[in-house]
């Protein structure tokens, strides 16, 4: 974990073309051949990295989650997630497919492996339209076009507007939130399960994780 740390930091602060195995390994105190036994190259180092770092995010979510106890609509769980991606810089850096910190990463693989677990993918949107979840007037590729519109918006805006020229982050996250719920989600639906059937699926992600972090030791 020391190593994914370092190489965390590196990241963020120069990017994937400008870090070395070496800078990483100096920033961890160990030795090169320490990551090498590990990782075979630096690609898979940041591979590892990013499932890492997405578990992280998987994990505060469902801090959130837990902590709040109106998480049981579909906005306020977009809510959440837009807020656990926006404060990783390395998650955030995927969705937004950002060249300063990924680089050359980019090009070699597919940001979307990583990412479609988290907001909204067409399985998931339909699946809550067919639990009357969400409103099914609009298709569900529509509706998932529509939460990566906000959400690319949202992780993005900073590069086009200054962060001190923006609104507080907690008033914007609120306004999705209200689109969300009085556009997309279906008025007298049954919101029951939303909050256990998130968690549990959470709780799933970070186990899978988890044990590929041991089969990789």
Do not use: C
Request: proline share 3%.
């Amino acid at each position: 974990m020391r190593i994914l740390e370092a190489a965390g930091r590196l990241m963020t602060r120069y990017g994937f073309d400008k870090t070395t195995v070496d800078e990483i390994a100096k920033e961890a105190g160990v030795s090169k051949g320490a990551i090498y036994l590990v990782w075979p190259g630096k690609e898979e180092l940041v591979d590892a990295l990013i499932e890492f770092e997405m578990k992280k995010v998987m994990l505060d979510l469902r801090s959130r989650i837990l902590a709040d106890e109106k998480s049981d609509s579909i906005a306020v769980l977009y809510r959440h997630s837009l807020l656990s991606i926006q404060q990783n810089p390395l998650v955030s850096a995927l969705y937004t497919r950002d060249g300063k910190i990924l680089g050359n990463f980019v090009h070699r693989q597919v940001p979307e492996r990583y990412t479609k677990r988290l907001l909204m993918s067409k399985e998931a949107v339909a699946g809550m339209q067919s639990a009357g979840l969400l409103r099914d007037d609009l298709s569900a590729e529509v509706i998932t076009y529509l939460f990566s519109i906000m959400a690319w918006g949202f992780l993005s805006i900073s590069s086009v507007i200054p962060v001190e020229n923006a609104p507080p982050i907690d008033s914007t996250v609120e306004a999705i939130a209200a689109m969300v719920e009085n556009g997309l989600t279906r008025p007298g639906s049954n919101r029951s399960l939303i909050k256990e059937s998130t968690l549990q699926m959470l709780d799933l992600m970070v186990e899978q994780y988890e044990k590929r972090e041991e089969h990789a030791k």
